[in-house]
């Protein structure tokens, strides 16, 4: 990493408050080039609070662009972080109503030309999308890291039509601690409490939302850019991660956009900017890249970044299984449209008799997090386990690699003889000692298999064709190697079971895996990053402590009950002093539990702890947060509580219940 000091611009940063339609005043920080000429605004729009939550990745990049002549602008969401307004649901018509007022409000200020570009990550890249489809007049240009265009079966609620119980869950603990956070008195003075308490007053649980929508209806429909991609006159700049699960909206962008207006970029990066250095890398100069993007797009600048191949991705050599890796071995390659013609559908099919597949229901334990962010235990282990509770089919690798690109598929003939069940699918690379390597994986919920917007029970003891996609790869399999098809009946906690499930049986007869397979003769581009460089840190430290740290993941296994637990600490920062003088906690653990051949024994649990203290203003508020999601053969059941301390007084304290029906789920 290359930290650089010396920019084209000189630059300064205010902290100001745009007005919206309505007078609700949103929390913005800018920074500009010390010009008398106007210039480009770039926009960063999310929730999670640029007075600390952000703030260390916001200094690595926005005074980089001001320095390069932008003006770049972060922008916290209403009802969050030290904006006006009360908090709402994610990607809710307010919030995106509301960006387009902020692009509206930026173009119309004296020292921009009138052109926006819009970049974020996740959240924030998710809802740039959203807001480029709604098509406000200045902005001309975006940048969408590891965000969805389908906000149903590509994000972090359901896959496949299944409830995705690590995912959902831990997302709607982690939003509801985080939204309960309060204002910052440093920044809104003493009007901090009414603001939060009004806060703590409109907030729902997130989770409540999600399950009442268990199929792909027109809750879902809403803000996923899948409906209509035509709606989309800015540029893109699609970027993704082969190890983040969003990574299949950066196919469908180059594939559905025009191709005078979109470039893809596919790497083997975690749930981050591929700048950052987390890992697995190797990380590449992506201020740089998006530098380009930037000034083609707004500046009008002749420069060669339409001319790069239409995709460029990752493909990763074989390597061994491990939960973390510093850079993974590959390399780059282009491609001139989207489908590609160097990649060819390779069909494999399956053979054998008839299988039951009876998984038992803590099948998925090494898994791997739902979302990467380069911890140390992120990445699956060695599938062999979970291989040995699949039926596997096997290809040997014979002459030459098998390289693929793209997103794989399969054809499974099922009978069921019960009406619901779940098929999950896990391409591996077995080494000739063995290990073997999660290369992708999908699901399907079979009662999904005629579609995501509908709950088709399965006729009792009928038999069916059903097919699927598995997560987008790009993985070579060299000779020697074994291509290994996995497939089970259970997914936890990835996937939350099917009430009574009892598994399928298999018929390898007429079922086929389906693979994207990347031709040997393909012309190679010449694919090459800079160095990755960013700003002078904001300088958070973290004190030392002599506490020892809890495992990042921690698998319990009770063996006279049958039950496995399985210990997740997320890593949230524990605590981090800021220059401004704010220390900043923060705690989580999760917990999921299942007894191996109970469906309705599933259980998820998340605990959260956050403390935000200023000794200099005596301010110090803690909140604390519980959720827990469990099941019986008819319902969900929800449980949150949130306790808001003021000091040592209770300012706040709120318990939910809720069942909700399993339609999908």
Same mark, same amino acid.
Request: glycine share 8%; aromatic share 8%.
């Given at each position: 990493?290359?930290?650089?000091?010396?920019?084209?611009?000189?630059?300064?940063?205010?902290?100001?408050?745009?007005?919206?339609?309505?007078? =609700?005043? !949103?929390? %913005?920080? &800018?920074? /500009? @080039?010390?010009?008398?000429?106007? $210039?480009?605004?770039?926009?960063?729009?999310?929730?999670?609070?640029?007075?600390?939550?952000?703030?260390?990745?916001?200094?690595?990049?926005?005074?980089?662009?001001?320095?390069?002549?932008?003006?770049?602008?972060?922008?916290?969401?209403?009802?969050?972080?030290?904006?006006?307004?009360?908090?709402?649901?994610?990607?809710?018509?307010?919030?995106?109503?509301?960006?387009?007022?902020?692009?509206?409000?930026?173009?119309?200020?004296?020292?921009?030309?009138?052109?926006?570009?819009?970049?974020?990550?996740?959240?924030?890249?998710?809802?740039?999308?959203?807001?480029?489809?709604?098509?406000?007049?200045?902005?001309?240009?975006?940048?969408?890291?590891?965000?969805?265009?389908?906000?149903?079966?590509?994000?972090?609620?359901?896959?496949?039509?299944?409830?995705?119980?690590?995912?959902?869950?831990?997302?709607? =603990?982690? !939003?509801? %601690?985080? &939204?309960? /956070? @309060?204002?910052?008195?440093?920044? $809104?003075?003493?009007?901090?409490?009414?603001?939060?308490?009004?806060?703590?007053?409109?907030?729902?649980?997130?989770?409540?939302?999600?399950?009442?929508?268990?199929?792909?209806?027109?809750?879902?429909?809403?803000?996923?850019?899948?409906?209509?991609?035509?709606?989309?006159?800015?540029?893109?700049?699609?970027?993704?991660?082969?190890?983040?699960?969003?990574?299949?909206?950066?196919?469908?962008?180059?594939?559905?956009?025009?191709?005078?207006?979109?470039?893809?970029?596919?790497?083997?990066?975690?749930?981050?900017?591929?700048?950052?250095?987390?890992?697995?890398?190797?990380?590449?100069?992506?201020?740089?890249?998006?530098?380009?993007?930037?000034?083609?797009?707004?500046?009008?600048?002749?420069?060669?970044?339409?001319?790069?191949?239409?995709?460029?991705?990752?493909?990763?050599?074989?390597?061994?299984? =491990?939960?973390?890796?510093?850079?993974?071995?590959?390399?780059?390659?282009?491609?001139?449209?989207?489908?590609?013609?160097?990649?060819?559908?390779?069909?494999?099919?399956?053979?054998?008799?008839?299988?039951?597949?009876?998984?038992?229901?803590?099948?998925?334990?090494?898994?791997?997090?739902?979302?990467?962010?380069?911890?140390?235990?992120?990445?699956?282990?060695?599938?062999?386990?979970?291989?040995?509770?699949?039926?596997?089919?096997?290809?040997?690798?014979?002459?030459?690699?098998?390289?693929?690109?793209?997103?794989?598929?399969?054809?499974?003939?099922?009978?069921?003889?019960?009406?619901?069940?779940?098929?999950?699918?896990?391409?591996?690379?077995?080494?000739?000692?063995?290990?073997?390597?999660?290369?992708?994986?999908?699901?399907?919920?079979?009662?999904?298999?005629?579609?995501?917007?509908?709950?088709?029970?399965?006729?009792?003891?009928?038999?069916?064709?059903?097919?699927?996609?598995?997560?987008?790869?790009?993985?070579?399999?060299?000779?020697?190697?074994?291509?290994?098809?996995?497939?089970?009946?259970?997914?936890?906690?990835?996937?939350?079971?099917?009430?009574?499930?009892?598994?399928?049986?298999?018929?390898?007869?007429?079922?086929?895996?389906?693979?994207?397979?990347?031709?040997?003769?393909?012309?190679?581009?010449?694919?090459?990053?800079?160095?990755?460089?960013?700003?002078?840190?904001?300088?958070?430290?973290?004190?030392?402590?002599?506490?020892?740290?809890?495992?990042?993941?921690?698998?319990?296994?009770?063996?006279?009950?049958?039950?496995?637990?399985?210990?997740?600490?997320?890593?949230?920062?524990?605590?981090?002093?800021?220059?401004?003088?704010?220390?900043?906690?923060?705690?989580?653990?999760?917990?999921?539990?299942?007894?191996?051949?109970?469906?309705?024994?599933?259980?998820?649990?998340?605990?959260?702890?956050?403390?935000?203290?200023?000794?200099?203003?005596?301010?110090?508020?803690?909140?604390?947060?519980?959720?827990?999601?469990?099941?019986?053969?008819?319902?969900?059941?929800?449980?949150?509580?949130?306790?808001?301390?003021?000091?040592?007084?209770?300012?706040?304290?709120?318990?939910?219940?809720?069942?909700?029906?399993?339609?999908?789920?």
């Amino acid at each position: 990493m290359r930290i650089r000091t010396d920019f084209p611009y000189e630059t300064s940063h205010e902290d100001i408050r745009i007005p919206m339609p309505d007078g =609700a005043r !949103l929390y %913005a920080r &800018v920074w /500009r @080039p010390l010009t008398d000429e106007p $210039v480009p605004a770039l926009l960063e729009y999310l929730p999670f609070r640029l007075s600390d939550g952000t703030a260390p990745r916001d200094w690595q990049r926005h005074p980089w662009y001001a320095g390069h002549g932008y003006a770049s602008v972060r922008v916290d969401v209403r009802g969050h972080g030290n904006s006006e307004g009360l908090p709402g649901d994610e990607y809710s018509a307010t919030e995106r109503a509301d960006g387009v007022a902020v692009i509206n409000w930026l173009a119309a200020q004296p020292w921009c030309t009138g052109r926006v570009g819009m970049f974020g990550i996740s959240w924030g890249g998710t809802n740039s999308l959203q807001i480029a489809a709604l098509a406000p007049e200045p902005l001309k240009a975006v940048v969408t890291v590891c965000s969805t265009d389908d906000r149903y079966d590509n994000d972090a609620h359901y896959m496949g039509g299944s409830v995705l119980a690590c995912g959902m869950h831990a997302r709607a =603990a982690t !939003l509801l %601690a985080l &939204v309960a /956070r @309060p204002p910052d008195p440093l920044f $809104v003075g003493d009007q901090w409490r009414q603001m939060w308490l009004g806060r703590l007053e409109a907030v729902t649980p997130f989770i409540h939302i999600w399950l009442a929508h268990q199929i792909r209806d027109d809750y879902w429909k809403h803000g996923s850019v899948r409906e209509d991609y035509a709606a989309i006159d800015a540029a893109v700049l699609a970027v993704g991660g082969l190890h983040d699960p969003c990574r299949d909206t950066v196919l469908r962008l180059v594939e559905q956009l025009p191709p005078d207006r979109v470039r893809g970029l596919l790497g083997p990066w975690p749930h981050q900017y591929p700048d950052r250095g987390m890992r697995p890398g190797p990380a590449i100069g992506f201020l740089q890249e998006t530098l380009r993007w930037w000034d083609h797009h707004l500046k009008n600048t002749a420069n060669d970044v339409m001319s790069e191949p239409l995709l460029r991705s990752w493909i990763s050599d074989s390597h061994p299984p =491990a939960t973390v890796y510093e850079e993974l071995p590959g390399r780059w390659v282009g491609a001139p449209a989207w489908p590609s013609p160097h990649v060819t559908t390779v069909s494999y099919a399956l053979t054998g008799g008839p299988v039951i597949v009876d998984s038992p229901q803590y099948t998925g334990l090494d898994a791997g997090r739902f979302l990467p962010c380069g911890n140390d235990a992120d990445l699956p282990p060695d599938q062999r386990d979970e291989d040995a509770r699949s039926a596997c089919f096997e290809f040997p690798v014979t002459d030459a690699p098998v390289e693929l690109l793209g997103r794989p598929a399969v054809t499974l003939k099922l009978r069921l003889d019960v009406p619901h069940g779940q098929a999950i699918a896990r391409l591996c690379d077995v080494a000739p000692d063995g290990s073997s390597t999660l290369v992708t994986r999908g699901v399907l919920n079979l009662s999904a298999r005629h579609g995501r917007d509908r709950a088709n029970a399965w006729p009792l003891g009928a038999r069916e064709d059903v097919t699927f996609e598995l997560n987008a790869a790009g993985h070579s399999f060299p000779p020697g190697h074994r291509i290994r098809l996995a497939v089970s009946s259970a997914y936890w906690p990835w996937i939350w079971p099917q009430p009574g499930s009892a598994g399928f049986t298999l018929d390898p007869a007429g079922s086929r895996l389906e693979l994207p397979v990347r031709s040997q003769g393909a012309s190679e581009d010449k694919i090459l990053f800079e160095e990755p460089e960013q700003s002078e840190p904001l300088g958070v430290s973290s004190p030392v402590t002599l506490d020892e740290q809890r495992p990042e993941r921690l698998v319990i296994r009770d063996v006279a009950k049958g039950e496995w637990r399985l210990e997740a600490d997320p890593r949230p920062g524990g605590m981090r002093v800021y220059p401004d003088g704010l220390e900043y906690t923060e705690e989580a653990l999760q917990t999921y539990t299942i007894r191996e051949r109970d469906p309705h024994s599933a259980q998820a649990r998340s605990d959260w702890t956050i403390r935000l203290h200023r000794p200099e203003l005596a301010w110090d508020v803690r909140i604390e947060t519980r959720s827990e999601l469990t099941c019986d053969a008819a319902d969900f059941i929800a449980s949150d509580e949130v306790v808001c301390r003021d000091g040592d007084e209770i300012v706040f304290h709120r318990t939910w219940e809720r069942r909700f029906p399993r339609m999908a789920g």
